[in-house]
């Protein structure tokens, strides 16, 4: 009967967080008058694909779907060449003021992003960098967070294997490209998948930096055509969204099974 109650309770918690997309997912086929109908509607009586070709054709979401491209991918790039070294070096390394460096990492994860973004722009205002790429990726190159996760894995990595690659000749580069990366692939997927949903879903930094439709990420594009259209083709503003989504479910469903075994393995190790 436990077993009956968990699959009860999961099947409920799935429903829940479930909802919303189909909502949205069957109101992007949806004419108008039947959004707006009394009750719950999930099934189109007329579905109409018409909706996805008007949100094309009237928003430039190939062009906000590639400025989320860049921006993401190259976050999470320059994250995970910033991370990899520096949690290595809290993790394996002594050197002088490494606690109090730390602490100072952990500090920065209780610092909001609002908080933030005021010196972030006046510092990018005065290098004449806003409503560019850089402004909306520079910012986020660092993240405490990944520091953290990348101390925790290195930390637990044995140390008579870094001895033996130092017996072998590695220097600290080859030891952690060659040794170190293999092993910590579930953690470098699991913080990927975090980086990318995270900075794809950002709707408040690209309102603050860019000043045209054409730099929008995906979200903020959403809400200038939400805008732009007056909010009265639900139909289409769904379509769209069904459509700026889509790259990240593709994204999770590639990088998933990377991502169950980070958690999977931090949750023996802990």
Known sequence: MSKVWAWLFLLVAAAVTMFPFLWMLSASVMQPNEIFRPGVN???????????????????????????????VAIAVLQLAVIVPAGYA????????????????????????????????LALSSWGLINTYPALILP??????????????????????????????????????HVLLPLTRPALAAFAVFSVVSHWNDFFWPLVVVRTSRMYTPPAGIAFFA???GGENWGVIMAAGVIVITPLVLFFLV???????SLAQSAVKG
């Not at 660092?142 to 930390?155: E, H, V």
Request: proline share 5%.
């Open 227 to 229: 805008s732009a259209d």
């Open 140 to 177: 986020f190159i660092g993240s405490a967070f990944g520091i953290f996760l990348m101390r925790q894995f290195f930390r637990q990595l044995p140390g008579e294997l870094i001895d033996a690659a130092k017996l072998d000749g590695c220097n600290t580069g080859q030891l952690i490209w």
């Open 42 to 72: 999930l099934v189109s009586q007329e579905p109409t694909f018409s909706n996805y070709a008007t949100a094309l054709t009237k928003a430039p979401l190939v062009r906000f779907l590639g400025n989320g491209v860049i921006v993401t």
């Open 255 to 261: 990088a998933r099974r990377q991502f169950v075994a």
């Open 90 to 121: 809290f993790a394996r390394l002594r050197f002088r003021g490494q606690r109090f460096l730390f602490l100072l990492v952990l500090a920065a994860l209780a610092v909001p992003a609002y908080v933030r973004a005021i010196p972030n722009f």
